[in-house]
């Protein structure tokens, strides 16, 4: 079975720094596209950036580029996002996504094309 363990959220001053950690278990992703989702309350779900195992590298969104690194440890099926510079907008629950396939570029921003999901780790970025 496989499951998502996120770690590292938490409350942080603006201008601030956090670094999510995302372990998946359970299976084997060489081919997958593994990555961060988030939703603030009243707002829809947004897609913040996504790593493929198998090539391809890095995406992000337009409004976290420069300030949000995806990095990956493919030993440890673990893959973290490093924030920063956050801001108050950046305060959501942030969600470790999966995919067990390589999803082609347009696939990446929608939500639905994952198949497993974390439970969630809140960010909150406030003075």
């Known amino acids: 079975q496989v499951q998502l363990l996120e770690s590292g959220g938490g409350t942080v001053q603006p201008g601030g720094s956090l670094r999510l950690s995302c372990a998946a278990s359970?299976?084997?992703?060489?081919?997958?596209?593994m990555g961060w989702f988030r939703q603030a309350p009243g707002k829809k779900r947004e897609f913040l950036a996504v790593?493929?195992?198998?090539?391809?590298?890095?995406h992000y969104a337009d409004s976290v580029k420069g300030r949000f690194t995806i990095s990956r440890d493919r030993a440890k099926n673990t893959v973290h996002l490093q924030m920063n510079s956050l801001i108050p907008e950046d305060t959501a629950n942030y969600y470790c996504?999966?995919?067990?396939?390589?999803?082609?570029?347009?696939?990446?921003?929608?939500?639905?094309?994952?198949?497993?999901w974390g439970q969630g780790t809140q960010v909150t970025v406030s003075s």
């Open positions: 996504v999966l995919s067990t396939s390589r999803l082609i570029v347009s696939r990446l921003w929608a939500g639905e094309n994952y198949d497993y």
């Open positions: 359970g299976g084997t992703f060489t081919s997958g596209t």
């Open positions: 790593f493929r195992w198998s090539g391809g590298g890095a």
